[in-house]
């Protein structure tokens, strides 16, 4: 029986990498069935795509998200830094399917005010070229990490993850947090928003944050390459999903998977617009 969710939000995917739990992903969207699904930015990457990587796991997730789309689910695909192509054609909506830079929905008579989050991030807007630098080398590291992971999975030992040592032991990049989610609910709060929900650092996060003219709840759907995470909001109540705690099988890849639209010659074309 698949859970009935009001509403699942999840971004940073990077389909097209080979950091992506695209596996895991389909076994999650195939165990729930959402009213409205929102699509938090960087579900496709578009700066490292590559037309000789794009695997069948990967086109089963946009198949399995245009299959909610047919059954009655409202998709909203919001824009990342690595997705921004798709900027030049938002607004704009297929059927049950919207793509667009930002969202704001009524949730119970609750605003919430939803953006991928790159907005913030200097070195995207000022120095794309070392941004999209740093995106190839934690290709690498998440590709090295796996092969680590494997050789202790191997020997009976727990998974450990560089790029969470990494970010935890720079004094900059927990900064970088930090500020980003107090910016973001600062925002927020002077707009009138009750909730804010952003993706981009790749942090899950669920908490309050209070000022002098108010106080709103910061949301952040985290990552499928580590954290393999969601928001789900349902009969007023927000919850983070944690893949690792679903005990969900791993779907396997479908060899029949086919689209009249070939999505790696499309996804080509825009990179290239």
Request: charged fraction near 25%; glycine fraction near 6%.
């Amino acid at each position: 029986m698949k859970r009935k969710v009001e509403l699942v939000i999840l971004s940073d995917v990077h389909l097209g990498t080979y950091g992506a739990h695209a596996k895991e992903l389909v076994s999650y969207l195939q165990s729930i069935k959402p009213k409205t699904l929102v699509l938090n930015g960087d579900i496709i990457d578009i700066w490292q795509f590559r037309k000789r990587y794009f695997p069948k796991s990967h086109l089963q997730v946009i198949k399995k998200i245009i299959s909610l789309a047919a059954k009655g689910a409202k998709v909203y695909y919001i824009t990342g830094n690595h997705d921004e192509k798709l900027r030049k054609f938002s607004p704009v909506e297929f059927g049950n399917i919207s793509i667009l830079d930002k969202l704001v929905l009524n949730l119970d008579g609750k605003k919430a005010w939803i953006f991928h989050g790159d907005v913030f991030d200097a070195s995207i807007q000022h120095t794309k070229w070392i941004a999209k630098l740093g995106g190839w080398g934690y290709d690498f590291l998440i590709i090295l990490n796996s092969f680590i992971n494997w050789c202790l999975v191997s020997l009976g030992r727990p998974k450990y993850s560089l790029s969470k040592k990494i970010k935890n032991s720079v004094k900059k990049a927990v900064s970088f947090i930090s500020d980003f989610e107090e910016t973001a609910a600062e925002l927020a709060i002077e707009n009138k928003f009750d909730y804010v929900i952003c993706g981009h650092i790749h942090q899950p996060q669920m908490r309050k944050v209070e000022t002098p003219q108010g106080d709103c709840l910061y949301l952040n759907s985290g990552d499928w390459i580590e954290n393999l995470t969601a928001l789900e909001y349902d009969k007023g109540i927000w919850s983070l999903m944690e893949y690792e705690k679903q005990n969900l099988p791993e779907t396997q890849e479908d060899e029949s998977v086919n689209t009249e639209i070939d999505p790696v010659a499309l996804l080509a074309s825009i990179k290239t617009f």
